[in-house]
C-alpha cells in the first residue's frame, strides 16, 4: 500500500546539510563556516555598573566618542591620569639628558642676580682724615663742649662729629657751633638755662637750684617758682596732675623732659606726667 503522505521532491545532501545549519552558511564538503571573531559579553558587575554610570548626571553630560568603553568613571580617570603621568616622565627623562644642566642654569643665575650689588661701604673714623693740627683742635673742642652739655652724647660722639664737618670743608669754629646746636636738641643732653629759649625742640632737660618758691595760682598748680644755674634763670610750673615730687628752695634738681612754654614773649617750662624729676646730690655720704 503506498503512502499518499510520500513527496515526490528529491532534496540534496548540501540541501539538508543547510537546512540543518539553519540557514548557516556551509563550505564545498558541506560543512558549515564558524566565524573565529568572539564575542564578548559584559558582566553582570560590569553592566550594573554601566547602568548607574549612564543614570548618573556626570555620566549622563559625558557622551562622547572619547570615553573608554567598557569601564567606569572612576576607572577611566585613573586611565587617563597615569597617560598624563607617563607623557610628564617621557618629557623630562627627554630634557634630563642634558648634564648638570639644572645646577649650570642656579649658577648662572645666582651670579646674574649679585652682579650689580655696590660693595659694602667701608666705615672710617673721620678724625683719620684730618692733620695732626686740625686733630688737635677738635679734641680740645669735642672736651670744652661736653663740659658744656652734659648728658647727651660721649665726648667720643662729639669728637666725631665736629672731625666730620671739619672733614667736609667746614673751619673749626663754624663746626663747634653747628655741633653745639645739635647736642642741646639731643634727647637727654642738660642744657644750659640761658639757651633753653633757642633750642630748636618741645622738650628739655635743665638741671639748676630752687631759687624761689611761689603761692600757686590755681588749684591746678602743684609748685611754680624760679631755677637757676651758672648761664641763667627760668620760671617752671608743676602741675598737679603731674603727680611730680615737690621740690624745696635751695635743692638742686634736675628735670628732665620739661616742656616748653611762651607767654608773652618770655619762656617758660612745664613739668607734666611725661616729665621727671631728680636730685643729683641725693646720696653722696662723703660730701656730708
Known amino acids: 500500500m503506498s503512502s499518499n503522505n510520500a513527496s515526490g521532491k528529491v532534496v540534496s545532501v548540501d540541501e539538508q546539510a543547510f537546512e540543518k545549519a539553519g540557514g548557516q552558511a556551509v563550505d564545498e564538503d558541506g560543512f558549515p563556516v564558524v566565524d573565529e571573531t568572539p564575542e564578548f559579553e559584559a558582566a553582570v ?3 550594573t555598573q554601566a547602568k548607574v554610570d549612564a543614570n548618573h548626571p556626570d555620566g549622563i553630560a559625558d557622551t562622547s566618542e572619547d570615553r573608554i ?4 568613571l572612576e576607572q577611566e580617570e585613573r586611565i587617563r591620569a597615569r597617560e598624563a603621568e607617563l607623557e610628564r616622565i ?4 627627554e630634557l634630563g639628558t642634558q648634564d648638570g644642566r639644572e645646577q649650570r642654569t642656579r649658577e ?5 642676580c649679585g652682579r650689580d650689588e655696590p660693595a659694602p661701604a667701608e666705615r672710617t673714623d673721620p678724625r683719620e682724615k684730618l692733620t695732626q693740627e686740625e686733630l688737635a683742635a677738635v679734641n680740645e673742642q669735642a672736651m670744652r663742649i661736653s663740659d658744656e652739655v652734659q648728658g647727651g652724647w660721649s665726648r667720643a660722639v662729639v669728637a666725631k662729629q665736629l672731625a666730620e664737618k671739619v672733614e667736609r670743608g667746614r673751619d673749626v669754629t663754624k663746626a663747634v657751633l653747628e655741633t653745639l646746636e645739635e647736642l642741646k636738641a639731643a634727647p637727654g643732653a642738660i642744657v644750659p638755662i640761658a639757651d633753653v629759649p633757642d633750642v630748636p625742640v618741645g622738650e628739655v632737660t635743665v638741671e639748676g637750684e630752687i631759687i624761689e618758691l611761689w603761692s600757686p595760682s590755681s588749684s591746678a598748680i602743684q609748685q611754680v617758682g624760679l631755677i637757676a644755674d651758672d648761664s641763667g634763670k627760668i620760671k617752671f610750673t608743676c602741675w598737679e596732675k603731674s603727680g611730680q615730687t615737690v621740690v624745696r628752695e635751695g635743692q638742686t634738681v634736675r628735670f628732665r623732659a ?3 612754654n611762651w607767654y608773652e614773649g618770655r619762656c617758660s617750662i612745664a613739668l607734666t606726667g611725661w616729665s621727671r624729676i631728680e636730685f643729683p646730690e ?6 656730708e
Open 45 to 47: 558587575e560590569q553592566e
Open 282 to 287: 641725693r646720696g653722696r655720704w662723703w660730701e
Open 108 to 112: 648662572v643665575v645666582s651670579e646674574q
Open 258 to 260: 620739661a616742656a616748653k
Open 69 to 72: 568603553h567598557g569601564v567606569t
Open 90 to 93: 617621557s618629557a623630562q627623562a
